[in-house]
């Protein structure tokens, strides 16, 4: 019963209007010829693949799952996957953005976002076979001998074979220095891998003809924890001399776990019976190579969890404009019925209006990055191409954990917009409350997210990435400061900037007597940092839509609509956060642990 429409326009003020996309294009010289047609067509194209491809098969693939046939050790996805990847491969849209030395069309990554948010929104389980295929695809491209790229990336450009990352272990999730696959060097070069492996989405299936597996094992002189740990490329199919394909490598799925959500993706328990591989990178650096992967995913999960907020809004706004219930306590709105639609209730419009914002403030920050990758991967100027880097790595745990808490939040006040509707499953909203919070937790849990922002992305380097991020907020401030109509926006970025800032010293402060205290704050430093990136975007968005009022649109009526509903009503969030933060660690460890 749910639908789905591609919010292309969104994604054409974002890029167009916000982030003038295609000025910042002309500065690098793989896109300079690329201009706003282009972008814009491949945006409509690709929607319809979503729209019309992918999202009738989403809660078909929830209820059918995956098949595992346990003699053969092979999996069958739900059906309509297949066909839908065909045409997808057929399409040529796993080469959106891959490097044309390996058949890909090299179209910037900002355009492949977008693509990636409509995937997401229309079947998550579905688009996490290419997502991670793309993701394997960067590995291997940054770190892979000349002979790996020869032999696997052109298939993976064109998404005949696919990619997976093989890390987790039954007794070790994220502290993958536990880790004991063991790897045995060969004396033509190869290496024998034994090991198991649980949680490896996508890790078996029947879409494409060969499955890449990037697996983390251990050689024999490896040292202990995460400086021992080496990155292998294990065909699931042997790869011959000439490309074909070769005998079965014995890497199995020995079974499919049982999930709350994302059924129609086989989330597969691997076993390694001295399965080939080779290696990627050097020896015991395994880490290093495979966080280019790991990175790539963690922004793929924002996206997804981007997609699922933008999807059930759109079904509860739907419904909240068609159901009737109760008057307006103002007096009847429609009094040509036996009741009002519920949208007019002001707690409906709020639930409403808190999945609109967190879909149009991620859409920004989450284009902002992809734009960010380009510049570090096409700009001419160093120092630019460093600083987008340095601000990639301060956003992306933004962006998994910001995001995906927004959107654990934004489905589930959905849900509550459908009453009892929402928690059957006729309508398919319950499922993307299902499906959203498995976001929350893999790719690196939220709180090692959080972590990550506020121990090695923030105190590391004394906050000089921030200092960095923060400098784009105060020249805002300076430049709009003295417009009256900007007040609204401008007062309240500028006063959480200054408190931001205030906070990190506090905390590095506390920090540098007692490392705990890092663990204790991060959570909700990473919420208070997540939503002054918000402001940042939202106080532009409405700079834009104040400027364009006069045309008339209503476009840009919804957009000050939605920018003030943030700053009045979710930004606020901020003020007690920053309170927990400062309230130390002491209340979390007081307790004996006999006690709890």
């Not at 003699?71 to 990847?85: D, I």
């Not at 014995?250 to 086989?266: F, S």
């Not at 009094?335 to 009002?340: C, E, G, Q, V």
Request: hydrophobic share 40%; proline share 5%.
């Amino acid at each position: 019963m749910a639908t789905y429409t591609p919010p292309i326009r969104d994604m054409q003020f974002v890029m167009h209007e916000l982030l003038g996309v295609t000025d910042a294009l002309k500065a690098m010289p793989p896109h300079a010829e690329i201009d706003a047609d282009t972008l814009n067509a491949v945006l409509e194209e690709g929607g319809k693949f979503a729209a019309e491809v992918t999202f009738p098969l989403n809660a078909s693939g929830d209820e059918q799952g995956c098949t595992l046939d346990k003699t053969t050790h092979e999996v069958t996805a739900p059906k309509g996957f297949k066909a839908a990847y065909a045409q997808y491969v057929e399409g040529g849209w796993p080469a959106l953005s891959c490097d044309p030395a390996y058949g890909g069309q090299g179209l910037p990554i900002v355009l492949n976002q977008c693509l990636y948010e409509m995937l997401n929104s229309a079947n998550q389980a579905w688009t996490m076979y290419p997502g991670l295929t793309h993701g394997a695809y960067e590995a291997l491209h940054t770190h892979g001998t000349d002979e790996q790229k020869r032999t696997y990336l052109p298939k993976l450009t064109s998404g005949h074979w696919t990619g997976t990352m093989c890390l987790t272990e039954p007794h070790c999730g994220t502290d993958l220095g536990l880790l004991r696959s063991k790897a045995e060097p060969q004396a033509d070069g190869s290496y024998r891998i034994t090991g198991s492996k649980i949680f490896i989405s996508s890790g078996e299936h029947d879409l494409a003809e060969n499955i890449v597996h990037l697996v983390l094992a251990r050689l024999p002189d490896a040292p202990q924890g995460s400086k021992g740990i080496s990155l292998f490329v294990v065909p699931k199919f042997l790869v011959q001399p000439d490309g074909s394909l070769g005998a079965r490598n014995p890497i199995w799925c020995t079974g499919l776990e049982h999930k709350m959500g994302i059924h129609g993706n086989a989330t597969a328990q691997i076993s390694l019976d001295g399965a080939v591989g080779t290696l990627v990178g050097e020896p015991h650096k395994g880490l290093a190579a495979m966080f280019v992967m790991m990175n790539a995913a963690r922004l793929g999960v924002g996206m997804q969890s981007l997609g699922l907020t933008e999807v059930a809004y759109q079904n509860a706004v739907a419904y909240a404009k068609d159901r009737i219930q109760m008057r307006s306590l103002s007096g009847p709105k429609a009094p040509d019925k036996p009741a009002d639609p519920i949208i007019v209730h002001p707690d409906v419009r709020k639930m409403l209006l808190t999945a609109r914002a967190y879909a149009e403030g991620g859409r920004a920050l989450s284009l902002y990055c992809a734009l960010l990758i380009d510049r570090e991967l096409s700009h001419p100027d160093e120092a630019v191409r460093r600083d987008a880097a340095d601000q990639v790595a301060l956003l992306t745990p933004i962006v998994k954990a910001f995001l995906t808490d927004n959107a654990w939040l934004a489905t589930s006040h959905c849900l509550q917009v459908y009453g009892g509707h929402g928690y059957i499953r006729e309508w398919g909203m319950e499922q993307y409350v299902r499906d959203a919070r498995i976001n929350m937790i893999y790719e690196g849990t939220n709180t090692i997210q959080s972590l990550d922002l506020l121990g090695r992305k923030v105190l590391a380097d004394n906050g000089a990435k921030l200092k960095k991020f923060g400098q784009l907020i105060v020249d805002f401030v300076e430049e709009e400061g003295v417009v009256e109509a900007m007040q609204e926006f401008v007062n309240p970025l500028a006063d959480l900037g200054d408190k931001v800032t205030k906070l990190t010293s506090e905390l590095g402060m506390k920090a540098f007597g007692n490392a705990d205290e890092v663990g204790g704050a991060a959570v909700d430093y990473l919420r208070v940092v997540g939503h002054l990136v918000f402001a940042y975007f939202f106080a532009r968005s409405a700079k834009v839509a104040l400027e364009k009022q006069g045309t008339g649109d209503p476009f840009y009526t919804a957009k000050l609509a939605t920018a003030r509903f943030y700053f009045a009503k979710l930004l606020p969030e901020t003020a007690s956060l920053i309170r927990t933060a400062r309230s130390g660690v002491q209340p979390l460890l007081a307790m004996d642990e006999a006690l709890f």
